[in-house]
């Protein structure tokens, strides 16, 4: 199986890429194979045996877009992203990486499908900014989306677009409404929810 990981340089990516790496399986499938993408080459995580390849691309350059869909890895996670409050402060940078990323992602897989059979599972980091205020307690999966951000609503928008690539079979699509993390490592980034690390770390 080989996986495709996209953002891996971020947090999350990283802790992931480990992870599988080090397990060498998804699931009940062997892991033969990693590809790690973010815009900068993100690093290759220490210990594991599994082969590892490591690249730079911006998924809002359609040709890059290309270039991975091109891998035909069976299974992607999208994790790239413009964080909540960089992506409120920068609103072309936001929906440029966020939103016009996501799609030229999923377009490139769809072509590539168009060419030759190619339906990849497709997991996507989506967030729980797309709700808005004020929230019921637990939040259902079907509870309506009313993002007060652009953050949010351009996760809510890629989220339909998964949901629609996925009906019409282009891709095997799960999207994960992700929660505030406490706490990040390293140093602060432009995320909205960055304070709470902030509270317990700083001191």
Do not use: C, W
């Not at 072509?111 to 599972?121: C, L, N």
């Not at 019921?136 to 079907?142: H, L």
């Amino acid at each position: 199986m080989h996986i495709l990981i996209i953002g891996a340089g971020g947090m999350i990516g990283r802790k992931l890429a480990a992870t599988l790496g080090r397990s060498g399986s998804l699931g009940d499938h062997a892991i033969t194979r990693m590809t790690l993408a973010d815009v900068a080459a993100p690093p290759v995580p220490a210990g594991i045996s599994v082969p590892v390849e490591a690249l730079a691309a911006d998924i809002s350059e359609s040709r890059a877009a290309e270039a991975l869909a091109a891998f035909r890895a069976d299974v992607i996670f999208h994790l790239a992203a413009i964080v909540s409050g960089e992506a409120e402060r920068n609103f072309d940078l936001g929906y440029r990486v966020n939103l016009d990323g996501t799609r030229a992602l999923l377009e490139a897989i769809r072509r590539e499908g168009s060419r030759q059979a190619y339906i990849p599972r497709f997991v996507f980091s989506s967030s729980i900014a797309v709700y808005g205020s004020p929230f019921p307690d637990p939040i259902p999966d079907d509870y309506v989306l009313a993002p007060l951000t652009s953050y949010g609503v351009q996760k809510a928008m890629s989220e339909l677009l998964l949901a629609d690539y996925s009906r019409r079979g282009f891709v095997d699509g799960i999207g994960i409404r992700l929660p505030t993390i406490v706490i990040r490592p390293g140093a602060p980034n432009a995320a909205a929810s960055g304070f709470f690390s902030g509270i317990l770390r700083e001191p």
